[in-house]
């Protein structure tokens, strides 16, 4: 019973420890884009501006479908995942919509 009641603890905490793992190291903020180029994304959040690299690899998505940095506007609304490589913040994914509703 002991035994049984050990596996399931570690089992238990494995499970629980997954997510962590593969979100180590990320960094997600929300808030509005001010600027965008072909390189560097820069959005204004409530704690202030934050900048991003943008690679080849970097997925955008506009209101739930695949986009392109060239759909990307400043005013948009975005959520950025992001990783800390080579001592900068580069954008793994980059979640938007349009900021004004016209």
């Known amino acids: 019973m002991r035994n049984a009641f050990a596996s399931l603890l570690l089992a238990f905490c494995a499970l629980g420890a997954s997510p962590l793992v593969a979100h180590e190291g990320g ?17 204004k959040t409530s704690h202030g501006e934050e900048k991003f690299a943008l690679t080849s690899e970097t ?10 940095a060239k759909d990307l506007k400043p005013a948009d609304r975005a959520v950025v995942h992001s990783k800390k490589k080579a001592g900068r913040l580069e954008a793994v994914k980059v979640e938007f919509r349009r900021g004004a509703r016209r």
């Not at 997925?59 to 392109?68: H, I, L, M, R, S």
């Open 59 to 68: 997925e955008f998505v506009k209101d739930g479908a695949p986009a392109t």
């Open 27 to 43: 960094h997600d903020v929300r808030g509005t884009v001010t600027s965008v180029g072909p390189e560097e994304l820069t959005v």
